[in-house]
């Protein structure tokens, strides 16, 4: 049999053909299977990024997209009251006008004590008592002139007597009379020298009638007020005018607050001004005082000048050395254009910038004049009016976004 070789040939190219694309059509399925296809960008979670802010080439005004204007608070710029005062800080001390340092006129050893600091006594309330060798000359002094006082007194009543039946003589009689007067005028003396050390007349009489003297000097508080300091311990020797006081006492219904402001501020402060004190340990509360005293010369170093103002304070709340700051209306109040603190940006230079528009979309860099700072507010006095649409919050963002740090939305 003859084989035909050609035709042979030819069959199996064509049995290899077919086998080559079935097996590239089953390949081509599972690779379809594996691999799915490609899904839009934001099926990878990619957001779609924010149109940038428009800044002008030289950083003086920016455009922000919808998305960063909610970081921006846009208001009308409106007329505020800025109250027309001073402030200043200082401290609370006693009310040195009304303070009293208790000393002895006499020198004596102390043998007791009554009262601590503190403690409020009244007046004419013991404080301390002192052994006093001068306390015992007066009395003895006393004594004396009462009994020369007594024995005159009788002398004359003798010479009246005789006198009248012509047995005396008128020389005598006035001799006696003479006595009587010198002795009566030593007795009131003796006993106003007693009072000084504050006898009362009974103990007066009594020391007179008991013939008998006591060292113990009472020494009592002469206003009524809070002990603030005492150096007063038992067996300590006083020495009129010597030394510390024994006790100090003073009335703490008013205390001083004492600051010291800036001299330029001087002619603008007088006495009896109205003042209203914060004290720190007291927060929220106001007490109210007037000034009583201006310095007469300001400090060469600090340039600063003394106010003390006087304060109320009828519950005792205030002591000494608490931190105070208080104000002092100088005027009538001043209205002006204000602005938030937040809409107001420092720049590098020092100078005071806000952002103003007319759209609420695009904003430019004012450069403006502050003033006074209150209540979160500040004082503009050049650069906007009232009326004018103006950042109120987020300057320092719109600055940023000005220089071209933000691309985007925050």
């Not at 409106?78 to 002895?104: M, P, S």
Request: charged share 20%; with cysteine.
């Amino acid at each position: 049999m003859q084989v035909d070789y050609k035709s042979a040939a030819i069959g199996g190219a064509v049995a290899a053909l077919v086998v080559g694309c079935l097996m590239w059509g089953l390949g081509g399925q599972k690779r379809s299977e594996a691999s799915p296809a490609p899904s839009s960008p934001s099926s990878y979670g990619v957001a779609p990024l924010a149109l940038p802010a428009t800044a002008s080439r030289d950083g003086q005004a920016v455009t922000l997209s919808q998305s960063q204007l909610q970081y921006i608070k846009v208001a009308p710029v409106e007329l505020h009251d800025f109250a027309n005062r001073r402030e200043a800080v200082g401290n609370i001390d006693f009310n040195q006008d009304r303070a009293v340092q208790v000393f002895t006129s006499y020198q004596g050893k102390i043998r007791n004590t009554y009262a601590k600091v503190g403690d409020t006594v009244a007046k004419g309330k013991p404080l301390f008592d002192i052994d006093s060798p001068d306390l015992v000359q007066a009395e003895s002094t006393l004594i004396s002139t009462a009994g020369t006082r007594k024995l005159t007194t009788a002398a004359l009543a003798r010479a009246r007597q005789l006198f009248e039946i012509q047995g005396l003589a008128q020389k005598d009689l006035d001799q006696a009379i003479s006595d009587q007067q010198a002795a009566e005028a030593a007795y009131k003396a003796a006993r106003e020298a007693l009072t000084v050390f504050g006898k009362t007349p009974a103990q007066m009489d009594q020391i007179v009638e008991t013939r008998k003297t006591d060292s113990l000097l009472m020494v009592v508080s002469p206003i009524s007020g809070q002990v603030t300091a005492r150096s007063a311990q038992p067996g300590l020797l006083l020495q009129p005018g010597n030394g510390t006081a024994p006790f100090t006492v003073a009335d703490v219904s008013t205390m001083w607050m004492q600051a010291f402001v800036p001299e330029a501020d001087a002619p603008l402060l007088h006495v009896g001004q109205p003042v209203k004190i914060h004290v720190m340990a007291f927060p929220g509360r106001v007490f109210n005082g007037k000034i009583t005293t201006v310095g007469a010369s300001v400090d060469a170093n600090t340039h600063r000048i003394l106010v003390r103002s006087e304060i109320d304070d009828p519950k005792h709340e205030l002591r000494p050395g608490m931190f105070t700051s208080f104000d002092i209306t100088t005027g009538a109040p001043i209205q002006s254009p204000a602005l938030a603190m937040d809409g107001v940006v420092r720049e590098g230079d020092g100078t005071m910038t806000a952002w103003v528009t007319t759209d609420r979309k695009r904003f430019v860099r004012r450069v403006i004049k502050l003033g006074l700072e209150q209540d979160g507010f500040v004082q503009v006095l050049e650069g906007l009016s009232a009326g004018e649409l103006a950042a109120n919050e987020g300057a320092l963002y719109l600055s940023t976004a000005a220089a071209g740090n933000f691309n985007g939305a925050d």
